[in-house]
């Protein structure tokens, strides 16, 4: 039995990182319109408790991710923290939408900081696929 030295990478700190700061902006920058005057919501509520409920995950996979030692888990949990980027990315474009109104709050802020975050995970999350088959071609 080897003896593994726990390491934290750099990919470690910035997926959790990220996520933590994600869901944070969700919750207070990322906001989405409010209730209608009848108290109904609009799409872009729905929109935005679907990337919450993804950045959730997120962050803990990234809890895990940090957590672990073993190369092939990292490797797995990086795949599914690209994966549910991918998806959190897609939920304001494609999945669900927004709004109608290009000047409502879930157009400026939700959906900008939604792609962006997205985007900054999955790329973090891609970089650590590729370091981590590389620390497993070199065994």
Not at 12 to 31: C, E, K, M, Q, R
Not at 66 to 88: D, H, M, P, Q, R
Not at 102 to 111: G, W
């Amino acid at each position: 039995m080897e003896n593994k030295k726990f390491k934290i990478n750099i990919t470690d700190v910035a997926l959790i990182v990220l996520s933590v700061v994600y869901l944070i902006l969700l919750f207070t920058v990322f906001t989405p319109c409010g209730p209608k005057d009848d108290g109904s919501f609009m799409k872009c509520q729905w929109t935005w408790r679907a990337v919450v409920a993804l950045s959730v995950n997120t962050v803990f996979l990234s809890l895990v991710h940090l957590l672990i030692k073993n190369s092939g888990v990292k490797i797995g949990l990086s795949i599914a923290a690209f994966g549910i980027a991918v998806t959190s990315a897609l939920i304001p474009y494609k999945i669900i939408g927004l709004c109608m109104m290009d000047t409502m709050r879930c157009h400026t802020h939700t959906k900008a900081g939604v792609y962006v975050f997205s985007i900054l995970i999955a790329v973090f999350a891609l970089i650590d696929i590729v370091v981590g088959i590389n620390k497993l071609r070199k065994k």
